[in-house]
């Protein structure tokens, strides 16, 4: 599991917009990779719509923000649509990037035991070294806690 100060873990992931987004690619630019169980889910859409709402003030200090999750491009479509989303949508279809970010994990709802997506968030600088990680994200105030690290970045 990549931690605070370690380069992140490679990734090459397509987005709705009908790019590549990867390490490689984002290299020389600071990221939010934020992680997610469901698009069109309750706690996901408003996630989604609070990093939409703050996107002009990462815009300005130079931050993309990556929602990913094992939906399908057409998924993210519907819901980049739906809720007139300004984040870029990654997806992680085959779990490769879950995996890589420790957060494909064993999940309990109502005493049935799953796998999914531990909703986490991590603050990439330029030179691809995790500088922040949030792990079992409680959506509430998030945002605001990842932009005010992002800007000491």
């Known amino acids: 599991m990549p931690d605070v100060g370690e380069k992140a873990p490679e990734f090459n992931m397509p987005t709705d917009g009908g790019e590549d987004v990867s390490l490689d ?3 020389g630019t600071p990221f939010v990779l934020y992680f997610y169980p469901k698009d069109s889910t309750p706690g996901c859409t408003t996630e989604a719509k609070d990093f939409t709402a ?3 003030e990462f815009d300005k ?6 929602g990913v999750s094992r939906d399908s491009l057409k998924k993210h479509a519907n819901f980049r649509e739906k809720q007139a989303l ?4 990654a997806s992680d279809e085959d779990g490769t990037t879950c995996e890589a970010f420790g957060v494909w994990v064993e999940k309990n709802m109502y005493g049935r035991k799953y796998m999914g997506i531990e909703r986490a968030t991590f603050l990439i600088d330029d030179a691809g070294v995790i500088r922040n990680v949030w ?9 605001e806690a ?8």
Do not use: T
């Not at 300004?86 to 949508?89: A, G, K, N, R």
């Not at 990842?146 to 970045?153: F, Q």
């Open 25 to 27: 690619v984002l290299k």
């Open 86 to 89: 300004e984040v870029i949508l």
């Open 135 to 143: 792990r079992k994200v409680k959506v509430k105030g998030h945002v």
């Open 146 to 153: 990842v932009l005010e690290a992002a800007k000491a970045l």
């Open 61 to 66: 200090l130079g931050v993309k923000v990556i």
């Open 54 to 56: 703050s996107i002009k």
